[in-house]
Each structure stands twice: as structure tokens, then as C-alpha cells.
């Protein structure tokens, strides 16, 4: 088999964990980053057990865990006043595993060579033919072209290569939600005790926030919204209004911010592509399937979707055939998490005093059965074995 090239459109982490597993499955690799400067910019996130296994799956495992904290905010569920609704149980919950954007872009980085990752190069045109892909970028010195056996879009929700190769999908949802992130300064508003981590349900508005490396501590805010593009002159100050005297240590997280980290982010999704490969085309992560932030799981997601895409590639001699295979097992699952997405606030964000009534008392009486039994549909995902036909399904399933 001779040299096999593959481009691979944004070096998020999406992009990098799949240029790690191509390049593991013996593929020589170019990432396009849009970026002039490479990096996750951003605040944190909680990985859960199904992103852990496709990480050991890509052969960063290691160098995941090193960068991460444990947290306990996935199954910690309070009300604004403090009181519990569901707490944390060993042997029941599971933890998830909390790092900072940029800790974990670094660490994937640090896996590929100089060179492979090209910043300030953004797609322009993509041409297929049957024996390759031609992809034009544009760059600060002109434009540019790169020849390949395989293009891969892991560009995000405003996916240039989407755009390119399937110009009547449809544009991305906004979903009536604006989110606010931060992350405290190492040590500040760090309990004396220890943090562990929580989500805070109120009526229209869900505050979480889990550990992070350094005594740090990651929060976000989401809110409904009417409409998107909104803006506030401060944003911390905004925050501050809304959950301010909600309970401790939510006035100490937020004293512990700087006011310039805090981001906001309109919160938009995908409507369902009807495909994620066009012959050598394959879309992975936002690109295929942004969604809502609820359930934690897209960059759980795009880390899986890199890992079936290198696995199914490994021995592969005909692209088209492996990518149409990649499509028929990672539509579907992508397209359940996304619905589940965007279905989970509608009633756990939902504005109406009845429907918050009935989901925080449900909640109470049997939120640690409900939590596991959802648990299992997004968490149980074999990995694959990059480099054996073996390819990623449902665990349970062959």
C-alpha cells in the first residue's frame, strides 16, 4: 500500500485527534487551520467515560488523564436556595473527567510534528475526482491548493468544507439559549474542603461547574434567550445579576473571575445531514453534528468520530467504500446524541413554574435511576482498535 494523504480542515480538537489516529493508521497528514495562531481558546469541559475510552483508542489516553480533574457535577444537581436534588453517589455515579480547552489542545498538539498543523489557511474550493480530492485554501502569502486521497471537515458548526461540498444543507439553528463561561484564577473561590463540582437548576437559567487543574474551577451560565446577538457591557456583571445570590460557592466562583475571560456564545445546532461523506469527503464533530452544550457530549462526540475514522482507514483500500461505512455507523449515534441535545433543555432550561415544579421534584425522588438509565444510551461505545477491522459501535454490539 503505497503513501496515503489525507488534509484535514481545522485543528481544534476535533481536527487534531483526528490527525492522531490518521496518522496512527499509517496516513501522511496536512491540518488547515483557519487560525493565525493554533489553539483552543475558550474555557473547560467534562469528558465522559465514552471520550476516555476513544482517547486510550487514539493513544493519548495518558496524556488525557494528565490534564484532567474528576468531577462529580453530572450527577450533583442543586436548586438555587442550596438544597439537593441529587447528590453524588460512589458505586451508583460515575465521575467525568474536567480539563481546560486549551491544557487539552495542547497536549494533542504536542502529538504531531512540526509542520503538520498549517495555520492561516482557510478552505475555499474543494473539486473531487475519482482518484483524489483537490482542496484550495486561501493563505496571507495567496492562494494555495494541496492534493489528497481524502479531505476531512472538522471545521466547526460554520464548517467551510460543509458549505463547499454540501451547499443546500441546512444553516445552523439558533435554540433560544445564550451560555456564559469562565474560569476562576487558580486558587480563588477554591473551597476550603475541597471542590468537587455541581450543577444549579433554577427556572430558565442552569449554572454549573466543575474542577479543574491548579485549583482552578470552570462555570457556565445558560440562560434562555429570545433572539441571538444580544450583547451586555459587561458580561460578568450580567452573570453576577442573575445567579449572584444563588448559593455558596457560586459568589466566590464568580469574585474569583476575571471580567475580561468571561465568554459568551449564542448557542446554535444542526438540523440533521442527510450525509457525513461525499466520496473522499467526511465531515466529523460540529460539522456534522453540533449541538447544544446540555448533555456534554460533543466533544465526546468528535473525539469518537475521529477514532471510527481511523480506524475504518487503517487498511483501506478504497476510500470511498471506507467512508460510506464511517457514515453508516456514525450517523446514527450522532444524530441520537443531537437530538437528545436539544430535546434536554426544553424542559430542564424551560421558563414555565410548572414544568420547573414537576422537573425538580421528579428529579428528587428519582433522579439517580433516570441519570444512570440516560447515562448508558450516550456513555456505552466500544472503541475501535486502530489499525484492526474491528470499527467502533455500541457496546454490546459487534
Known amino acids: 500500500m503505497g503513501t496515503r494523504t489525507a488534509v484535514i480542515a481545522g485543528g481544534g480538537i476535533g481536527g487534531l485527534a483526528a ?29 465522559a467515560p465514552n471520550a476516555v475510552r476513544a482517547a486510550d483508542a487514539l493513544g493519548v489516553g495518558e496524556q488525557f488523564r494528565a490534564v484532567s480533574v474528576p468531577t462529580e457535577a453530572g450527577a450533583t444537581l442543586r436548586t438555587p436556595d442550596g438544597r439537593y436534588l441529587m447528590r453524588f453517589r460512589p458505586g451508583r455515579d460515575t465521575p467525568l473527567l474536567a480539563n481546560h480547552r486549551a491544557d487539552l489542545h495542547r497536549v494533542l ?56 461540498v454540501w451547499p443546500d444543507a441546512p444553516a445552523p439553528v439558533f435554540q433560544r439559549i445564550l451560555c456564559w463561561r469562565g474560569v476562576t484564577e487558580p486558587g480563588a473561590g477554591w473551597p476550603a474542603d475541597g471542590f468537587t463540582g455541581f450543577q444549579t437548576w433554577g427556572r430558565g437559567a442552569r449554572f454549573g461547574a466543575h474542577p479543574l487543574t491548579r485549583q482552578r474551577v470552570f462555570w457556565f451560565l445558560t440562560v434562555r434567550q429570545g433572539e ?16 449572584g445570590g444563588w448559593h455558596d460557592p457560586i459568589p466566590d466562583l464568580l469574585a474569583g473571575t476575571p471580567a475580561a475571560s468571561v465568554l459568551r456564545h449564542d448557542i446554535f445546532d444542526l438540523d440533521p445531514l442527510p450525509s ?43 476510500v470511498p467504500a471506507a467512508l460510506a461505512r464511517y457514515d453508516h455507523i456514525r450517523r446514527p449515534r450522532g444524530r441520537m446524541v443531537a437530538r437528545m441535545a436539544r430535546q434536554d433543555p ?22 439517580g435511576g433516570v441519570a444512570a438509565r440516560k447515562a448508558a444510551r450516550l456513555w456505552d461505545w466500544t472503541a475501535p482498535t486502530i489499525g484492526e477491522p474491528t470499527i467502533g459501535e455500541p457496546a454490546g454490539k459487534s
Do not use: N
Not at 441571538?228 to 453576577?240: K, N, Q, S, T
Not at 414555565?352 to 433522579?367: E, Q
Open 346 to 367: 426544553k424542559i430542564s432550561l424551560s421558563t414555565s413554574p410548572v414544568t420547573y415544579g414537576l422537573m425538580t421534584r421528579l428529579t428528587h425522588l428519582a433522579g
Open 228 to 243: 441571538p446577538g444580544l450583547r451586555y457591557a459587561d458580561d460578568l456583571a450580567e452573570v453576577r445579576a442573575r445567579v
Open 109 to 164: 498538539a504536542a502529538q504531531l510534528p512540526d509542520g503538520v498543523v498549517q495555520p492561516a489557511a482557510e478552505v475555499a474550493v474543494v473539486e473531487q475526482s475519482g482518484h483524489g480530492v483537490t482542496v484550495g485554501y486561501r493563505t496571507p502569502g495567496g492562494p494555495a491548493t494541496a492534493q489528497a486521497d481524502l479531505l476531512v471537515g472538522a471545521d466547526g458548526i460554520r464548517s467551510a468544507v460543509r458549505r463547499a
Open 19 to 47: 490527525a492522531i489516529g490518521l496518522r496512527r493508521a499509517g496516513w501522511t497528514v496536512t491540518v488547515l487551520e483557519r487560525s493565525a495562531e493554533p489553539g483552543e481558546v475558550g474555557a473547560g469541559w467534562s469528558f
Open 276 to 318: 457525513y461523506v461525499d466520496g473522499r469527503v467526511a465531515l466529523l464533530g460540529d460539522a456534522a453534528h453540533a449541538m447544544t452544550p446540555f448533555l456534554a457530549q460533543g466533544a465526546c462526540q468528535a473525539l469518537e468520530d475521529a477514532t471510527v475514522l481511523a480506524a475504518g482507514l487503517a487498511d483501506a483500500t478504497d
